[in-house]
Every structure is written in C-alpha cells, then in structure tokens.
C-alpha cells in the first residue's frame, strides 16, 4: 500500500469574520497551516492579516466562523488558551521587562515554580533550549543590555519554554540587521525540522520567498490567494495580489548633480532621553538634489540626530547648519522658515495631532500664512479647500477633510504627512523610517515622493532600517553605530553595510577605503 504523502493540517480556519466598529475586518475568511511549513500571510495596511492573526492566538474573538486545531474544534477567550492549545504569538513589538532577566522574563506569568525558584536550575533549562534552536542568548542577562536580535530570541525562546508548536510571527525582520536576519532565519528552519509550524506576517516581499512553503493574501478583508506555492512565483506577482493592480517594485533614479551642502552635522553629541550618550561625535552633511541614507539597527542614535537636527532635543556638544546658518538648540520655527520638512518615526504622536481634522494637520506650517492665515484668524474654507487639493493631490482615502486623524490606516497617516511636509515647498526634509509598516503600493507611492524631492533640488536625509530602500533611493549612505559613524559610502553592499550596522568601521572591511564616497 503507498504511503500517505498528504501533509498534516495543524489549524484550519473556516469562514472568520470578524467585525469593529465600521469596519469589516475579516470577511468569510479561510486559512490552513500544515505540519513543518512556513506559511506567509501577506496584505496590505489594513487587510486583516493581523485581525485573523489574533484571533488564531485568543486575542480577538470571531462573530463567525470555527477553529480547528490538531483535528479538534476549539473556542480561544484569551491567549492563555492558545497557547494550551500549542499556538503562540510572537510581536512586532517585544513584550518584556527590561530590569529583569532573560531567564525571569521566560517564566514570568507561569504557574510553576510556585513558592521558590531556583534560577540556576531554570538558566540551565533555557541554555539548553536555546543551544537546541540555535537561539543564542545569555540567560541571566539583563533584556536592557540586549541587542533588538537578542530580545526577539527572548521572546521566541518564551513560546518555544510554554510547548508552542505554532508560532505567528508579526513583522519579525521588522528592526532587524541583516546578519540578524540570517540568523532569524537559520531558527525557523531548525524549527521546522523539528516539527514545528509558522505562521510568516510580512510585508517584504523577497524575504516572503526566500523564507516562506506557502503564502496566503488578503484584500480589503477577503482571500485573494490561499495557500499557494511560493515556486515559481515572483514579487510581482504577490504585490499584484496585495493591492490589485501591477506594482513598479524597482526604482527609477533620474540623474541630477548635487548642488550646494543643505545640511550640515558637525560633531554632534546628544544624550538620550534616560540622560546617557546616544549620539557621539557625528559628522555628516547633505546637498540639494541628493539623497543621503542613514543606515542602522533601531536604537543605535538615529532618533535622537534627527530630534536634534529638528530642534526637538537638545545638542550638548557640535552644531547643525541649515544653508550655512547655525540651527542646533534654536526654535523650530527657524527650522521651519529655512525650508527644513520633516517626517517623523512616530506618526501618531509626533507627526500628526490624532484628535485633530486631516484639515487642522495639512495646515500646521500654513495657518499664519495668507490665503489661510489672516492675523489671528483661519479662513475655514480656505484651509478645508486647501486640504481637499492634498487629498486628491497625495491620495488620501478618507470620507472627507473633516475626518480625524486617529481613525486613518498607517498607510493614509502617512500620506497626510507627506502631504503637508512636500506643500512647504521644503529645500531639506528628513524622512525617518517613511516606509515602516507600510504595504507594497503605500512603499511605492512614498519612494515616488522622495525622488521628486530630490529631482526637484531639495536634500533629503534618509534614515531607514530597510537596507533595500536605502541601496535605492540613496546617491550615498552612513552608516551608525551606538551613535557614531562606521562609514560612508557610494556604492556599498548589503553584506558591507550589514557588517557596519553591527559595529565594524569601513576601513576594516575595506583596508584602504576602496568604494568610500569622497568626503565633501
């Protein structure tokens, strides 16, 4: 008799709908996850993929719809229950405390030990699970001291600790470098070889299929692809999926010369906000029609040399220049007269006024200013027709301009901001993390953005994560590391900037700086 090749379905979803106010979340939504696969779940800002996500992991309770898992039907009311039932959800941002120990934060919420722990016994008990997974890590070491890497180790070991023989990863490479990737994806796959499912939510395209056996799509709520093999399918092909419609994944950079410098950052200190040295000693500078990347590990001093460039932090030591004249622990609004647009990490806190009508933010940089400033007062309409032009201008998807800002997607939030930092006209922006979270048509439209800045004369400083991005859009990138500069250059590699995003200085890869772009 042949042996049964067919493949062990571990959860099988039928029929989720989940509803909030509003908003059809998931639509009559199916889902499988077989035994030892990776199965991507891919959508675009808003599509569900999270929703259905949490509900699998007892978060989120469906209206409609049933849960099989291991051949049984169940009903989840918290995430204790998940993971009873082997399936546990792993963040894009980690939940832990920072004081405590890897080893202590692994227990934490456990029945057992329930009257003395000791720690030694239970250290030995992660070591080991963590040599077995290839997930090196110190178990009595402190989360604060470590790495982004290491804290997703934390919480993966956390999950593997608690029996989880499922694990929803959301966003996972989000913050990671790319030697940290590497290794990221080195884990999964011991796991799956030891009998373990993954459930894969991204919106990198490439690592979708390098890593993922399977992937699912959803659309405004709805499956528009389930289940497929990844083989033979391109990028194209799941972006067209994603947002329907063919998405241009590569970009196209017009040649312009650089003009004069725009930015200048001239040994600039900075402290963070807990009071230690973030950024230390850094030197960089900007021109028009240019874009200059700043590569990096999140937490290496990225935010804090923007908060600084943008007059929101203090400059202990140094000087930052905007067209020759000295803005470092000057008002903003001296930023903001000298043509400096900003696009903050934070898009809810520091970049939009959540409460606020899309209005009341398009015009933040104008409301002083004729035809919509008129002294003391706003001219309501002119501010309200000024910001329907934005929203047809930057495609804004929202009922009208009098919608509040906290009820947009990400990808929407986004286009606001953008929308009111490219209609000042700027000569410098700084755009930190633009595309983070964003799905492929929303990167698209952003990167669009950029170079229009930068064929339109303006600098532009680019602070991103995605390494990808930045080999892109960038004519040259730094790259920083526990807040100083490991290098420049013009024509690098993922390889050599990865190296330098985790501490290695340019000439040490390249002996004689061989590829460094010239210092201007």
């Known amino acids: 008799m042949p042996e049964d090749t067919t493949p062990e379905k571990v959860v099988e979803m039928r029929g989720i709908t989940k509803r909030f106010p509003g908003v059809?979340?998931?639509?009559?939504?199916?889902?499988?996850?077989?035994?030892?696969?990776?199965?991507?779940?891919?959508?675009?800002n808003g599509a569900g993929q999270s929703t259905l996500m949490s509900v699998?992991?007892?978060?989120?309770?469906?209206?409609?719809?049933?849960?099989?898992?291991?051949?049984?039907?169940?009903?989840?009311?918290?995430p204790r229950d998940a993971i009873q039932a082997g399936i546990g959800?792993?963040?894009q941002h980690f939940m832990l405390v920072q004081s405590q120990t890897v080893t202590e934060n692994i227990l934490l919420g456990l029945d057992r030990p329930r009257f003395r722990m000791n720690l030694s016994t239970y250290d030995q008990e992660i070591a080991t699970l963590s040599e077995r997974f290839h997930l090196k890590v110190d178990p009595r070491?402190?989360?604060?001291?470590?790495s982004v890497g290491e804290q997703q180790r934390v919480e993966i070991l956390k999950m593997l600790y608690r029996g989880a023989q499922v694990l929803i990863m959301d966003e996972p490479t989000a913050v990671l470098a790319p030697l940290e990737i590497e290794d990221l994806?080195?884990?999964?796959?011991?796991?799956?070889?030891?009998?373990?499912?993954?459930?894969?939510?991204?919106?990198?395209?490439?690592?979708?299929?390098?890593?993922?056996?399977?992937?699912?799509?959803?659309?405004?709520?709805?499956?528009?692809?389930?289940?497929?093999?990844?083989?033979?399918?391109?990028?194209?092909?799941?972006?067209?999926l994603m947002v329907g419609r063919n998405v241009i994944l590569s970009v196209e950079k017009k040649p312009v010369t650089p003009g004069e410098v725009v930015l200048s950052v001239e040994d600039v200190h900075a402290e963070s906000d807990r009071g230690l040295p973030a950024v230390r000693g850094i030197s960089l500078n900007v021109r028009g029609g240019e874009i200059v990347g700043l590569a990096g590990v999140a937490g290496n001093g990225q935010r804090e040399?923007?908060?600084?460039?943008?007059?929101?932090?203090?400059?202990q030591q140094g000087r930052v220049r905007l067209h020759g004249a000295e803005i470092s622990n000057q008002p903003i609004r001296k930023n903001i007269q000298g043509g400096m647009a900003y696009i903050p990490e934070d898009r809810t806190h520091v970049g939009t006024a959540p409460s606020l009508s899309i209005t009341d933010n398009v015009i933040m940089k104008k409301y002083q200013q004729p035809p919509i400033g008129h002294g003391m007062s706003v001219d309501a309409k002119a501010a309200e027709k000024f910001a329907q032009q934005l929203k047809e201008t930057y495609d804004i998807i929202v009922p009208n301009v009098k919608t509040q800002a906290r009820l947009l997607s990400g990808g929407n939030l986004q286009r606001v901001i953008l929308a009111r930092e490219m209609s000042s006209m700027p000569k410098m922006m700084i755009a930190v993390q633009p595309t983070r979270g964003l799905d492929v048509g929303a990167i698209e439209g952003v990167h669009k953005y950029l170079l229009t800045e930068r064929e339109a004369g303006a600098g532009v400083l680019l602070i991103s994560e995605e390494l990808e991005e930045l080999?892109?859009?960038?004519?040259?990138?730094?790259?920083?590391?526990?807040?100083?500069?490991?290098?420049?250059?013009?024509d690098g590699t993922i390889e050599t900037i990865g190296l330098m995003m985790?501490?290695?200085?340019?000439?040490?890869?390249?002996?004689?700086?061989?590829?460094?772009?010239?210092?201007?």
């Not at 959803?218 to 033979?232: F, H, N, P, Q, Y």
């Open 24 to 44: 059809l979340a998931n639509d009559h939504v199916d889902f499988d996850l077989w035994r030892s696969e990776i199965h991507a779940l891919l959508g675009e």
């Open 56 to 78: 699998l992991a007892g978060l989120y309770h469906p209206e409609t719809g049933s849960i099989v898992v291991n051949g049984k039907p169940v009903s989840f009311s918290s």
């Open 89 to 91: 959800m792993i963040h």
């Open 141 to 146: 070491a402190k989360i604060w001291q470590l």
């Open 185 to 240: 994806f080195k884990t999964l796959r011991t796991m799956i070889q030891d009998g373990k499912s993954i459930i894969f939510i991204s919106h990198k395209l490439n690592e979708v299929l390098e890593i993922a056996d399977r992937v699912s799509v959803l659309r405004a709520g709805r499956t528009t692809a389930s289940g497929v093999s990844t083989e033979g399918v391109t990028r194209s092909d799941l972006a067209r």
């Open 305 to 315: 040399l923007a908060d600084v460039i943008n007059g929101l932090r203090k400059c």
């Open 471 to 490: 080999l892109a859009l960038c004519d040259r990138i730094y790259v920083i590391y526990e807040g100083q500069i490991m290098g420049e250059v013009s």
């Open 502 to 520: 985790t501490g290695t200085p340019l000439e040490q890869i390249r002996p004689y700086g061989q590829g460094a772009a010239t210092h201007v």
